[in-house]
């Protein structure tokens, strides 16, 4: 079967570099599904799932947003955070989903930080909700 390089960054470097088989993330509007000679695309990345597979084998990931740019057979992911389903600390991330409820349930926040706490809650959900699903 055909497939497509992949590359993936963070602040933090290179995260992953691999040729691939299919590649899922979603947008603000749409969930892309990336197969070999998809059309050229370049979109922002919401705080989602991203799946992975390659000879069969599928991973799942977290990430908390970022940019996918698709072009001749190369898709490169520019992300904010990325952590694979087994990298999970699912603790850590339901400590950040009680912090952010709380800071949610305060109606004393200022609108920034009513923004901020729906982000931290969506980040933390998506990390559950993976964590259990895929581990």
């Given amino acids: 079967m055909k497939k497509f390089h992949l590359d993936i960054y963070t602040p933090y470097g290179h995260y992953l570099s691999d ?9 603000e509007e749409y969930k892309l599904g990336i ?12 705080i989602c799932e991203i799946e992975i597979e390659d000879d069969g084998v599928r ?3 977290a990430t908390s947003g970022g940019v996918i740019k698709v072009k001749n057979n190369q898709v490169d992911l520019i992300l904010q955070t990325i952590e694979r ?3 999970i600390d699912l603790e850590r991330a339901q400590a950040a989903k009680e912090r952010a409820e709380r800071r949610l349930a305060d109606s004393t926040l200022e609108t920034l930080a009513q923004t901020r706490a729906r982000l931290a809650l ?9 964590k259990v699903r895929f581990n």
Avoid: F, G, K, Q
């Fill in 85 to 87: 389903a087994d990298e």
């Fill in 122 to 130: 969506a980040r933390a959900n998506n990390r559950i909700n993976i």
């Fill in 19 to 27: 040729d691939v088989d299919y590649l899922s993330v979603s947008s």
């Fill in 59 to 61: 991973n799942y990931y």
């Fill in 35 to 46: 197969l070999p000679n998809h059309a050229e695309l370049i979109s922002t990345i919401t």
